[in-house]
């Protein structure tokens, strides 16, 4: 149906900043929300941003002005954009879509998730 591979991660020192892509393929017909996760060892997934169709987005608490998350329709692409980097950053950081794919007889919906991609902050 619906694939999303995610770019971008790597080791960065803390200050620095990265910027994690994600593009979605296959039969899309349309994309609602496109998020970005992350969960790190021993720890919960957490929500980090998310953006809908129109460009509304929410963040996490504990990203609110470093991170900026965007995407480009025509490219069924999301972005993160992070800035300010720091330790407890560190995580696999996850995209995921929900939307309409288009079918062979009929359209369904999807729910999507990346392999991710690790982000490590560390000095």
């Known amino acids: 149906q619906v694939q999303l591979v995610e770019s971008g991660g790597g080791l960065v020192q803390p200050g620095w900043s990265l910027r994690l892509s994600c593009s979605a393929s296959?039969?899309?017909?349309?994309?609602?929300?496109m998020k970005w996760y992350r969960q790190a060892p021993g720890k919960q997934r957490e929500l980090v941003a998310s953006i809908a169709s129109g460009g509304g987005t929410n963040y996490a608490d504990s990203v609110k002005g470093r991170f900026t998350i965007s995407r480009d329709n025509a490219k069924n692409t999301v972005y993160l954009q992070m800035n300010s980097l720091k330790p407890e950053d560190t995580a696999v950081y996850c995209c995921?879509?929900?939307?309409?794919?288009?079918?062979?007889?009929?359209?369904?919906?999807?729910?999507?998730w990346g392999q991710g991609t690790q982000v490590t902050v560390s000095s």
């Open positions: 995921n879509a929900d939307g309409v794919y288009s079918g062979s007889y009929r359209n369904g919906f999807f729910d999507s």
């Open positions: 296959g039969n899309i017909f349309s994309i609602n929300y």
